[in-house]
Antibody
Framework: QIQLVQSGPELKKPGESVKISCKAS????????MHWVKQAPGKGLKWMGW????????TYADDFKGRFVFSLEASASTANLQISNLKNEDTATYFC???????WGQGVMVTVSS | DIQMTQSPSLLSASVGDRVTLNCKAS??????LNWYQQKLGEAPKLLIY???NLQTGIPSRFSGSGSGTDYTLTISSLQPEDVATYFC????????FGAGTKLELK
């Protein structure tokens, strides 16, 4: 069956970096785009962007240009999200999602605190 | 960028009620709109795609309608398991979620 399994929770200090992974299984990874969605505690969903899993080309929403990088390890059917120079407002759950067909990772809680 | 405005932000209703949730786009989105349900601690779940198409496995009490800038999600007879937050999502130009409607039981 199709699954997206994300890495575990992270606790970081401001200014540090974090890399979150999203491993896909049950389908051909390069056939479908992977999207990233942010949800701050008690808040709504915010679309961060997507990556073309065939070409590796990322597209970022305006609020996520600069410190956010989407990447792939296509041979491992894995998409990654790296956030650099972490800020308190990056504290959130980050979901990967294959929107076509509605498959979501379980979410990764990233906490940024000094 | 297209902005999506959902109303109301909080809705209290009783079991069996007909419930209507609204989503307004800042410009025409050509019916390129999905509705998601999110329960506490879970990932979102797709209910309706392309305005009015019921996702496989979703109960038929859920329906969607709309065109242009105005869209609606209707629950024909509210059930206790429908308590959740509902988000609209446009993909006509870029991608944008609405802020959500929290649905609770009265």
């Amino acid at each position: 069956q199709i699954q997206l399994v994300q890495s575990g929770p992270e606790l970081k200090k401001p200014g540090e970096s974090v890399k979150i992974s999203c491993k896909a299984s049950g389908y051909t990874f390069t056939d479908y785009a992977m999207h990233w969605v942010k949800q701050a505690p008690g808040k709504g969903l915010k679309w961060m962007g997507w990556i073309n899993t065939y070409t590796g080309k990322p597209t970022y929403a305006d609020d996520f240009k600069g410190r956010f990088v989407f990447s792939l390890e296509a041979s491992a059917s894995t998409a990654n999200l790296q956030i650099s120079n972490l800020k308190n407002e990056d504290t959130a759950t980050y979901f990967c999602a294959r929107l076509m067909g509605d498959y979501w990772g379980q979410g990764v809680m990233v906490t940024v605190s000094s | 960028d297209i902005q999506m405005t959902q109303s109301p932000s909080l809705l209290s209703a009783s079991v069996g009620d007909r419930v209507t949730l609204n989503c307004k786009a800042s410009q025409n989105i050509n019916k390129n709109l999905n509705w998601y349900q999110q329960k506490l601690g879970e990932a979102p779940k797709l209910l309706i795609y392309y305005t009015n198409n019921l996702q496989t496995g979703i109960p038929s009490r859920f329906s969607g309608s709309g065109s242009g800038t105005d869209y609606t999600l209707t629950i024909s007879s509210l059930q206790p398991e429908d308590v959740a937050t509902y988000f609209c999502f446009q993909y006509n130009s870029g991608h944008t979620f609405g802020a959500g409607t929290k649905l609770e039981l009265k």
